[in-house]
């Protein structure tokens, strides 16, 4: 048989077999039309979708955008989520190479006895060698072949199952690798927020101890020069206590801060990371919240989910196959000689075919039940798809929540600080010309300190909630740096030396 004839052959088989995988098709989405906020406000119909923003586009900040360049270069989980991708994909391109004949090259060379009358096949696939003299011969063989050995013909579709199942595990791998790129920059975002606003905090705290220890070292000297009681000179060492076991808290919150932000980038602060000012929120890019069709085709995790979806359902057709007879095909091409110095001359050529096919007989149940078994892990897929949306639904939904009532929050606390500054300054100059004891002083300094603390806090979750919805939005995914939703699309990491986007 010549070789491109065997090879037409092969194509045409493959071209006509069939497939034995259910047809697919994606779940219902387990929850409403629209997200709550948004049907009780605008409703879902007058939504437009969510507009795609890289990272860059949504982070303004100079110094958070350096600090995720680093993360993105050298954080480990990153990596490790890098190296699954890589490794599925070299899974699945192994698994992609059964569908073609493997195609080996062996030789062999031997010398052997055989008594007389007695039939010896050789270690080769061209046939036997026999003596069919009465007496012992003693001879040498010599062989060179190419060939192809057990190739399954895949009428049923079970090898090609297995591969496109191997194919949607890949792509479900390369959809893990972006949810954890996506989650890593939120993460940074969320820590250099917290990392700001603990220090912002920290220069609060600071400041209210050194108005303590001045009112303390007043109303401390005052007492020896009896102006003042005991009771009252010890309350205020009291304060100065309080102070400076808030002062050391956040010391240990920014250290700790420090801390997270360190193994969330790879590597030690930048010698030029600078802490601002005073607090700032760094400027976000306000993102509409879309519809939540919408998040079936961005979030990553969907994506990921629905993929091992589609890889179930391959499973099954190759469960289905199983029943079905098995059609394998050996053939081999060579040159067979009792001599070396003829292996390659006229008439040492050899060659041969052959299919064999194998039909589940008795089994003993073990196909039905491993078609049982491909169900209900089908089942099982789906149920964690749709958790999967449930989840995402959500998150969107709680962003959106916290999004419309914070606002609210904001202007009333910013009024209270306001009114908190003027009643301390107002006791400040009441106490310095005695119109008021310590007392009045003291408590308007404990409620302004108290009301900037909460401010700042109200702020950083605004700020981390407007991060959290870029990222339950699917954030990034349809940016400049990761829109793969496939194995041959999917964006693999650059070198350390890089910065990703």
């Known amino acids: 048989m010549k070789p491109s004839l065997l090879a037409a052959s092969l194509a045409t088989v493959l071209l006509t077999a069939c497939t034995l995988e259910p047809t697919y098709q994606r779940p219902t989405m387990p929850v409403a039309d629209s997200y709550p906020e948004q049907a009780k406000n605008t409703g879902a119909a007058n939504t437009p979708i969510a507009p795609d923003l890289d990272w860059r586009d949504f982070f303004k900040d100079p110094v958070l955008q350096r600090l995720i360049d680093i993360a ?19 899974g699945y391109g192994a698994a992609r190479a059964s569908l073609f004949p493997e195609i080996d090259l062996q030789g062999y060379a031997g010398r052997q006895r055989l008594p007389g009358m007695t039939q010896q096949p050789s270690n080769g696939l061209l046939g036997p060698i026999q003596n069919n003299r009465k007496t012992a011969s003693t001879f040498n063989t010599f062989q060179v072949q190419a060939g192809l050995t057990n190739y399954e013909l895949d009428f049923f579709g079970r090898q090609r199952s297995t591969v496109k199942e191997s194919g949607k595990m890949a792509e479900a791998s390369a959809a893990d690798y972006q949810s954890v790129r996506i989650a890593l920059i939120g993460e940074v975002a969320n820590a250099y927020l917290a990392l700001n606003a603990d220090r912002a905090l920290l220069q609060l705290s600071q400041q209210t101890l050194d108005a303590q220890q001045q009112y303390a070292q007043i109303l401390q000297k005052a007492f020896h020069d009896g102006g003042v009681s005991e009771f009252d000179m010890r309350r205020s060492q009291t304060q100065v206590n309080t102070a400076q076991v808030d002062v050391a808290d956040m010391q240990t919150r920014v250290a700790r801060d420090i801390n997270a932000m360190t193994v969330l980038i790879g590597q030690p602060l930048p010698a030029s990371y600078a802490t601002p000012s005073q607090w700032q929120a760094p400027l976000l890019t306000d993102v509409p919240a879309g519809l939540p069709s919408s998040l079936l085709d961005r979030r990553p995790d969907i994506i990921a989910a629905e993929d091992r979806l589609r890889a179930a359902n391959a499973d099954i057709g190759r469960a289905r196959a199983a029943f079905f007879p098995n059609i ?134 605004q700020a981390i909630n407007q991060v959290n919805l870029y990222k339950a939005l699917g954030g990034g995914w349809n940016g400049s740096g990761g829109q793969a939703t496939g194995v041959a699309r999917a964006s693999l990491p650059r070198s350390d030396t890089a910065s990703p986007r």
């Not at 270069?73 to 070299?90: E, K, Y």
């Not at 040159?335 to 390659?344: A, D, P, Q, R």
């Not at 409620?447 to 900037?452: F, K, N, P, R």
Request: aromatic content about 6%; glycine content about 6%; cysteine-free.
């Open 72 to 90: 993105l270069a050298n954080n480990r989980d990153l990596r490790i989520a890098a190296a699954n991708m890589s490794a599925a994909r070299a």
């Open 328 to 461: 394998v095909l050996t053939a081999a091409l060579g040159s067979l000689s009792g001599g070396l110095s003829n292996l390659f001359s006229a008439g040492s050529l050899a060659w041969n075919a052959g299919t064999a096919a194998a039909v589940p007989l008795l089994d003993w149940g073990k196909n039905k039940n491993e078609l049982s078994a491909s169900k209900a892990r089908y089942a099982g897929v789906t149920a964690a798809y749709e958790q999967t949306v449930q989840v995402a639904f959500r998150e969107v939904a709680d962003a959106l929540a916290v999004r419309d009532h914070i606002e609210p929050q904001l202007t009333a606390q910013q009024a209270l600080v306001d009114q908190s500054q003027h009643v301390y300054t107002i006791s400040q100059v009441r106490f310095k010309e005695g119109l008021d004891d310590y007392t009045a002083t003291q408590d308007a300094q404990r409620s302004l300190y108290a009301a900037q603390q909460k401010l700042v806090s109200l702020q950083l979750d």
